[in-house]
């Protein structure tokens, strides 16, 4: 990694380096011991759980070039001993020394957040620079405090745009991923109902979302969903008008001719200013409507034609746990299950509504929801069992509202059951189920819905 001595890593996060070849330059960076290469460096990073600093002697006997560390490593034995830089606390450190090394690079940095859709966005915009561009690209979840820094550091010098997932849930958070990112491009999704717990209110969301502007490039862009309530309010940062996109001709870029294919994709036609050109956007459900029309947008500020934006939507791949469409064993499975607030359960529930099969809903907790949470769990159930949903299964403490509005509101057209624990679901999803059913499982991460599309897929 250019620049990236020990001798200035230690400098630039104010540690002290403990042996070592103060010119070596490392070659990656890493917080999980079992992923080191030869000279990476090694964040000991003490979590609830696990503490990095056990790690340290298996980390250097691995090929590790140095640690990042706030004590004096326990070595094991003589031949595990390595060099290390001490630092008062090691996560603040790997955001001073990615904030350095984004400082010594020179290509484009692009910065997505937003309420709902942050992963679907940054599959679009990735797919769509990919036509003309060597892209870095945020893996899995790797958006928060410690995966943006980590994140940063995979760009190498092959890489022309990176394309950076940015994920808050608190204020001054995002002040401190835009130190790091200093993006050049921002795109906001939308401010939705998510975080509320410590946000407080979308007004809030706004405000913790907006400190993306804090660090972002002067020159820069910044690309805006212009149908969204809150942030169509912004109408200057610093001291430009922002690119907006949406289905309202009134934006820079929007959308007409919209044909739905179901659960297949759907045919648009897209405006941008350099042009107007159909396109098939091949993941359903309308809200990847709006993830095509911000990689469009994209794409025109980095100098894309129109032939180039419209190959790079038409080869977007889905994503695990991310509106995946699974066939197997004669059912569809809409694996949406990686996370979930009131928004995106409702584009979900939209989006099962037009399967022409039995549709059967999974839907568990959604976290961080705040005081309100027992309403708008009662909302989601309501809103499902007035789209007809045939059979609407509620998982978890939260999901006894959601089942109980269900069977309210359902005029008896919804078979609802609600069960306390994901454990007991599992045993009987064979009796709930049948060949032919298009089953959507949706939940936030932490409820591990993931086991049941595991159970459904075997």
Not at 68 to 77: A, S, T, Y
Not at 95 to 122: C, E, H, M, N, W
Not at 199 to 212: M, N, P
Not at 362 to 380: N, P, Q, R, S, Y
């Amino acid at each position: 990694m250019k620049n990236m001595t020990l001798k200035n890593i230690a400098g630039c996060c104010h540690g002290r380096l403990i042996g070592g070849r103060e010119e070596l330059e490392i070659a990656g960076a890493v917080m999980d011991s079992r992923q080191i290469e030869k000279d990476f460096l090694f964040f000991a990073i003490k979590g609830e759980r696990v503490d990095g600093h056990r790690f340290i002697p298996q980390a250097m006997k691995q090929g590790a070039a140095c640690a990042v560390c706030e004590r004096v490593p326990e070595w094991e034995e003589k031949e595990a001993e390595g060099p290390y830089i001490l630092v008062e606390n090691v996560q603040k450190a790997m955001q001073d020394i990615a904030a350095f090394y984004r400082g010594t690079l020179s290509i484009p940095v692009i910065g997505i957040t937003g309420s709902v859709g942050k992963t679907s966005t940054k599959e679009f915009i990735a797919a769509v620079l990919s036509q003309k561009y060597r892209v870095l690209k945020t893996r899995g979840n790797y958006n928060n405090e410690l995966g943006v820094p980590l994140t940063l550091m995979r760009i190498r010098e092959e890489h022309e745009v990176a394309v950076v997932e940015m994920g808050i849930n608190h204020f001054g958070e995002m002040h401190r991923l835009s130190r790091m990112a200093a993006p050049d491009i921002v795109v906001m999704t939308n401010i939705g109902d998510c975080h509320l717990e410590a946000l407080g209110s979308r007004e809030g969301i706004l405000r913790a979302k907006s400190e993306i502007f804090d660090f972002s490039k002067e020159s820069g862009t910044v690309i805006i969903n212009g149908d969204d309530d809150m942030l169509s309010g912004i109408r200057e940062v610093h001291k430009k008008a922002p690119v907006t996109f949406g289905k309202n001709k009134s934006n820079s870029c929007y959308v007409t001719d919209i044909h739905s294919k179901g659960l297949f994709g759907t045919e648009i036609r897209l405006h941008i200013p350099s042009g107007d050109f159909q396109t098939e956007i091949p993941l359903p459900g309308e809200h990847m409507v709006y993830n095509a029309l911000a990689a469009a947008a994209v794409g025109e500020a980095l100098g894309l034609s129109t032939e180039e934006i419209r190959a790079g939507i038409a080869a977007v791949k889905p994503t695990a746990g991310r509106s995946n469409l699974l066939r197997c064993n004669d059912r569809v499975i809409l694996d949406d299950c990686y996370n979930a607030n009131p928004v995106s359960m409702c584009a979900a529930l939209d989006l099962l509504a037009r399967a022409d099969t039995r549709k059967v809903a999974i839907l568990g907790d959604m976290f961080e929801l705040g005081e309100d949470a027992e309403k708008l769990h009662g909302e989601v159930g309501s809103y499902a069992a007035k789209l007809g949903i045939d059979v609407i299964i509620c998982v978890g403490e939260l999901s006894e509202n959601m089942a109980r509005e269900a069977e309210e509101n359902g005029s008896g057209r919804s078979r609802v059951y609600y069960y306390p624990e994901k454990e007991v679901l599992l045993q009987e999803l064979e009796r709930l189920t049948k060949p032919g059913d298009t089953v959507l499982v949706k939940a936030s991460h932490g409820m591990d819905f993931g086991k049941i599309v595991e159970k459904l897929k075997g």
